[in-house]
């Protein structure tokens, strides 16, 4: 009875761990990778694509990203996708590719995105203490039913609250790592 209480509080946890890993992927720190690209939409032939389906998408280097689409009559679409989405990034085209570059993060710049972290991960451990307590509310609805004693109660709670603190650790961990990934100079 308890299992399927603490199975569900559990997979609700692990969607929030991914969620976060998910978000703090599209946080911008100053180095070029393929993920900051994921919200950009081209207009391929009337339909919004995601840009890593018409296109190749490379980083030469550390702040800087080549994409050669597949379809040169695409070139200008994948401008303009860029330029929609809002990334701070200007598209430099040459005709056969676009070259982006990623400007150095100012300090300010990095002490916003570090709040911004800060409040995705508060967001995610929120979402784990929510499936813990639909998790508790389910122990006590079973003990006022009768169906599970106090003590089954007991041990539930103590089993989720220990898998609440292994997760909440795990937001910490990943939330700490993107800190640092972003006050490095």
Excluded: C
């Amino acid at each position: 009875m308890t299992d399927d209480a603490k199975n569900t509080a559990e997979v609700a946890m692990k969607k929030a761990i991914d969620a976060l890993v998910e978000d703090l992927k599209k946080v911008r720190t100053g180095r070029a990778t393929v993920a900051m690209l994921d919200p950009v939409m081209v207009n391929y032939y009337g339909t919004p694509t995601p840009l890593n389906q018409v296109a190749s998408i490379s980083t030469p280097d550390a702040r800087s990203f080549l994409i050669t689409p597949w379809e040169a009559s695409v070139l200008k679409e994948i401008e303009q996708g860029i330029v929609k989405a809002s990334l701070g990034l200007a598209p430099q085209n040459d005709g056969k590719a676009i070259r982006l570059k990623v400007p150095e993060l100012t300090e300010e710049r990095r002490k916003d995105l570090v709040k911004n972290v800060k409040k995705l991960a508060e967001d995610a451990r929120v979402s784990v203490r929510m499936a813990r307590r639909s998790a508790n509310d389910e122990f006590k609805k079973l003990l006022k039913d009768k169906t599970i004693g106090e003590d089954d109660e007991k041990r539930a709670l103590d089993e989720v609250q220990k898998l609440t603190d292994s997760f909440i650790s795990k937001i910490d961990k990943i939330s700490e790592d993107k800190e640092k990934d972003l006050l490095q100079m």
